[in-house]
C-alpha cells in the first residue's frame, strides 16, 4: 500500500505495552488493539545471551521436570514428632520459614514465634527467658525448606512438635508439616503468650495422638484427588481451605471414632478441626513440598521449586541449580485488615505457604475460589484475572488440579524463571498477614506479587549454571 | 434525517427476537445488536388485557410475597416419624411428590415406590402383593405438598418413615422430608428390591434415632447459612450438594459421638452421610418448602409457590390462588446417562425437588455450581448463562444467596408467573432422571426447561382471580 493510500484508509492502532496509550486512543474514538507487552526485567545481557543461545535445553530440562511435578502422587501417610522423623532435626535446632536467616534479621513475628517455640520445649519460662536464649547462640536455625519441611508464617518447627508425614508415592520421598493452630493470636502469627503455649500442649497431648490413630486406620488419605475436589468447591488451598477442610473432616470423623475410645476426646478433635477452615493448609503446603522436591536438580531446567519469605527476605531455587537460595527483599502485602489494625502494623511478607503458588495452586488457582475476594479483596472478575496472566509464565497446565469456571482448565503450574523475567510479570501470591511486632499475632489476610529481585539473581544463576555445563 | 441521508451512511441494524436473522447479518459484516425478545406465549387476550390493567396490584402484592421469601429463617428443629407429625398423615395414607395423581396414571417409578413403600411398612409381603394392594383403593394417595412435605423423585412418604423437621422460624411454619438413601437403586428412583428396603429398615433403627440425639444435643441447625455458604462452595443444592453435605457433616458429628454412646452406630451413620453427597437434598427442598409456604394466598401475587412433578404431569402453584394447581404434561430430561441407558430408558420428569428453584436455588443458582456440568453435562458457561436468564422471570434477587462469580449478586429469587407467559422464558430445572419403568432406580442426571402449559393455565387463573376479586 502506498504512503498515500494509507493516510487515506481509517487508520488502525495496534498498542503494544503501556496500556494508557490505548485509553487516549480510546478517548479520541481511534480503534485501537491492546497487545499485552512489557520489556524484560533488567538483567545483565550476557545472561539473555546464554539464555536465548540455550532456549531448547532450557525446554527439554523443563519438559522433564513438570512430567516429573506432574506425576507426584501426595498422600498423608502418617504422623510422628518433628525430631523424630524430620531429616536433620536436632534438640537444639529451630527451623522457619523462607530463606536462612539469623536472629538479628529477624522480623518481629518469627522472634515471637521462637520466643513461643523455646517456652513450649521448657527451654525456657518467660518470654525475656527466651529471647535472652535465642540471641545466645546456643539455639541453631534453619530453614524448613533445607529439611523436607514447610512451615506456614513464621513457620516453626521445634523438636517435639507433631508433624503430618506426607509421601511422593510416585517418588518416595517426604515432606513434613505442623497441625494447623488456627487464626488470630497463634504461634506461626508470632503469638506467645499462655493461650498459645497451652494450645500447643493440647495439640500434642489429643490432637496428635487421635489424629494418628485415624490416619493409621485409614491407611493413608490421597491427597490429590482430594485437593482436585476442594478446587471444585471454591478453594484455592492457600487462604481458602473450608472444603479442603470438610473433605478432610469427612474422612478423619469415622477413622477417629473407631480408633478412639475417648469419646470427649475424639468430640474435642473434630470440633477443634471444624472451628478452623484453615486446617488444610497444612496438608496443601506438604503436598506441594513433596511434588515439588522431586523436581530438585534438573540440570537446565529454569522452573522454580521454592519460593518462600521469612518476613525480611524472599527466597527462590530453581530446579537447575538444587539448594541455591536467590534472595531479595519481601514486600508488605495489601490486605484485608483485621478491625483496628492497618498496613502501618504489618510484617512484611512470611511464610513458606507460597509452596502452594510454586505447585499450580493458591493464587494462581484463585479463578477456582471467586469466594475468596472477600477474605483478600477485590471483585471476584479480579480472580479470573490473576489466574489467566501466570499461565504466562508457567510451564505447563495442571493434569489433575482445574478451575470449573474456566471450563474445567488444568491450573497454571510449574513457575518458569525465564519467562517471569523476560516478560516482566510476577508470580501472584495469596498470603496472611501477621502484625510485624512479636507477640501479636495475625492482623489481616491479601494478596501480592513476588518481587522481582530473587527471580532476576535466579535468572543470573541459571544461566551461569548453564554456561559452566556442558550440553 | 433525510431518507436520502439515510442511505448514504452506515446502515446499523437493531435485531429484534430470532438471533438467527442477526447471525445471517454477521456473515455479511453488517454491524447489528442483537436485543433479546420472544413474543408471549399464548394466553388468552381477555386475561392479558386484565393482567395489564392489574399491573400495579400485582407488583404490589409481589413485594409483599418477596418480603415474606427473603425474611424466612429455616432450620431443622429435630426429626420425627412422618405420621407423628406430618399434618393429616394417616396408616393408609402414603404422599407423594407433584400435583394429585391415581395409581392408573402413575408412572412406573412412581408405582415403583408405593409398591416398595407398602412391602416396608409391613402391608405386603412381595411386588405382586403390593400391586393389588395399590390398586385395591385400600390404600389413599396425596401430594406431600398438601402436607406440608417435599420429596424428591417419586417422593413416597409412609407413615413409618423418619422425617426431618424444618421451621420456618419467622413465620412458625413447617415442612416435612424424608432421609436421603443415596444414588442409584433406591426407593425414590422406584426400586423396591430387598436391599432397598433392607436399607430403608437401617434408616429407621440406626440413621433416625442417631441423628435425632444430635439434632438435639445440637438444638436446631441454621439452614439458611449453611446454604449461603454451600452456595460459595460450588453447591446449586439440588443436583449438586457436596458442600451443603459436608458443612451438615462437620456440624453433625462431633453432636453424634457426644450423643451415641454405641461408637459403631455412630461410625456407620456418619459412614452412611460421608458415601452420599446427595445427602443435603432432603434438607435444602424443605427448606424451600418452608419458606415459601409463608408466602402462600397473598391476593394478587403472581408468585410461584410451587413447581412440582409426578412423573407424569408437571404442577405450578401461585400465592394468589392457593392451594390450586396448574397442570401441564411433564416433559422427558436432557441428561448425561449413566453407562447402558438412554433417553429412551427415562421416566418423565419427576419430583418435588423443582421447590429448590421455586426458591431460588437449583437451577436459578447454577452459575454458583460450574463444577455441575460435569455430573448435568454442558460446559461451565452454560451455567452463567442460564442463572442470567433466569433473573428476566423472577420478582427479587436473594438478600442471602449469592453466585460469588456474578460478583456475589443475589440469586434470582421468586418466579414471576406473569414474566414467565409474557417474556416467554421457562424456568431452567435440574433433576435426576429416573427409570421409566418399576424397580431399576436413577439413570442418569440432567437439566430441562418446565413446560409452558401449567404457566399459561397459571396466568389465566390469576386474571380470572384479579377479574373476580375486589381490589
Known amino acids: 500500500m502506498a504512503v498515500k493510500e494509507l493516510f487515506k484508509s481509517q487508520v488502525k492502532v495496534v498498542n503494544i505495552g503501556l496500556e494508557s496509550f490505548k485509553n487516549a486512543l480510546d478517548e479520541a474514538g481511534a480503534p485501537a488493539v491492546q497487545v499485552q507487552w512489557k520489556p524484560p526485567a533488567d538483567v545483565s545481557p550476557q545472561a539473555m545471551r546464554v539464555i536465548a543461545a540455550k532456549k531448547a535445553q532450557i525446554e527439554k530440562a523443563n519438559k522433564k521436570a513438570m512430567d516429573i511435578i506432574l506425576r507426584g502422587m501426595p498422600r498423608v501417610i502418617g504422623l510422628a514428632r518433628a525430631i523424630d522423623v524430620i531429616p536433620g532435626m536436632k534438640k537444639n535446632l529451630f527451623l522457619h520459614s523462607g530463606p536462612p536467616i539469623t536472629w538479628a534479621r529477624m522480623c518481629g513475628?518469627?522472634?515471637?514465634?521462637?520466643?513461643?517455640?523455646?517456652?513450649?520445649?521448657?527451654?525456657?519460662?518467660?518470654?525475656?527467658?527466651?529471647?535472652?536464649?535465642?540471641?545466645?547462640?546456643?539455639?541453631?536455625?534453619?530453614?524448613?525448606?533445607?529439611?523436607?519441611?514447610?512451615?506456614?508464617?513464621?513457620?516453626?518447627?521445634?523438636?517435639?512438635?507433631?508433624?503430618?508425614?506426607?509421601?511422593?508415592?510416585?517418588?518416595?520421598?517426604?515432606?513434613?508439616?505442623?497441625?494447623?493452630?488456627?487464626?488470630?493470636?497463634?504461634?506461626?502469627?508470632?503469638?506467645?503468650?499462655?493461650?498459645?503455649?497451652?494450645?500447643?500442649?493440647?495439640?500434642?497431648?489429643?490432637?496428635?495422638?487421635?489424629?494418628?490413630?485415624?490416619?493409621?486406620?485409614?491407611?493413608?488419605?490421597?491427597?490429590?484427588?482430594?485437593?482436585?475436589?476442594?478446587?471444585?468447591?471454591?478453594?484455592?488451598?492457600?487462604?481458602?481451605?473450608?472444603?479442603?477442610?470438610?473433605?478432610?473432616?469427612?474422612?478423619?470423623?469415622?477413622?477417629?471414632?473407631?480408633?478412639?475410645?475417648?469419646?470427649?476426646?475424639?468430640?474435642?478433635?473434630?470440633?477443634?478441626?471444624?472451628?478452623?477452615?484453615?486446617?488444610?493448609?497444612?496438608?496443601?503446603?506438604?503436598?506441594?513440598?513433596?511434588?515439588?522436591?522431586?523436581?530438585?536438580?534438573?540440570?537446565?531446567?529454569?522452573?522454580?521449586?521454592?519460593?518462600?519469605?521469612?518476613?525480611?527476605?524472599?527466597?527462590?531455587?530453581?530446579?537447575?541449580?538444587?539448594?541455591?537460595?536467590y534472595v531479595g527483599e519481601a514486600l508488605v502485602p495489601d490486605a484485608l485488615y483485621f478491625p483496628g489494625f492497618s498496613k502501618a502494623d504489618a510484617a512484611r511478607d512470611i511464610g513458606d505457604s507460597a509452596i502452594t503458588e510454586t505447585g499450580g495452586l493458591g493464587g494462581f488457582a484463585i479463578a477456582a475460589s471467586p469466594a475468596i475476594v472477600q477474605f483478600v479483596g477485590g471483585v471476584s472478575s479480579d480472580a479470573l484475572r490473576y489466574t489467566s496472566t501466570m499461565y504466562e509464565i508457567t510451564a505447563a497446565e495442571n493434569n489433575v488440579y482445574q478451575i470449573p469456571s474456566m471450563n474445567f482448565r488444568g491450573t497454571p503450574t510449574g513457575i518458569d524463571v525465564v519467562k517471569v523475567v523476560e516478560k516482566n510479570i510476577l508470580p501472584f501470591i495469596d498470603t496472611g498477614v501477621a502484625h510485624k511486632e512479636p507477640g501479636v499475632g495475625q492482623v489481616g489476610a491479601g494478596v501480592l506479587n513476588a518481587p522481582m529481585d530473587p527471580f532476576k539473581k535466579a535468572y543470573e544463576g541459571l544461566a551461569k549454571h548453564l554456561a559452566s555445563s556442558r550440553s
Open 109 to 325: 513475628p518469627m522472634r515471637g514465634a521462637m520466643m513461643g517455640g523455646l517456652i513450649y520445649e521448657g527451654m525456657a519460662k518467660t518470654p525475656a527467658e527466651a529471647e535472652k536464649y535465642a540471641k545466645s547462640g546456643k539455639l541453631k536455625f534453619a530453614p524448613c525448606h533445607e529439611h523436607c519441611a514447610v512451615g506456614p508464617m513464621a513457620g516453626v518447627v521445634t523438636p517435639s512438635m507433631p508433624v503430618w508425614i506426607v509421601e511422593n508415592k510416585t517418588f518416595g520421598n517426604k515432606a513434613y508439616c505442623t497441625l494447623n493452630e488456627g487464626l488470630g493470636k497463634v504461634l506461626r502469627y508470632g503469638a506467645y503468650g499462655p493461650d498459645v503455649i497451652e494450645r500447643l500442649r493440647w495439640m500434642e497431648n489429643v490432637l496428635y495422638p487421635v489424629l494418628q490413630r485415624a490416619v493409621k486406620q485409614l491407611g493413608f488419605i490421597d491427597l490429590k484427588n482430594l485437593i482436585a475436589q476442594a478446587l471444585h468447591m471454591g478453594d484455592e488451598v492457600h487462604n481458602r481451605n473450608r472444603a479442603g477442610t470438610s473433605l478432610l473432616y469427612r474422612l478423619l470423623a469415622p477413622a477417629i471414632i473407631k480408633s478412639t475410645a475417648n469419646a470427649s476426646d475424639a468430640a474435642a478433635v473434630l470440633e477443634f478441626i471444624h472451628s478452623n477452615d484453615h486446617f488444610f493448609l497444612n496438608l496443601s503446603m506438604p503436598v506441594c513440598k513433596c511434588v515439588l522436591d522431586a523436581a530438585r536438580g534438573i540440570k537446565n531446567s529454569s522452573v522454580c521449586t521454592v519460593m518462600a519469605r521469612n518476613g525480611t527476605d524472599f527466597g527462590v531455587q530453581i530446579s537447575a541449580t538444587g539448594g541455591k537460595w
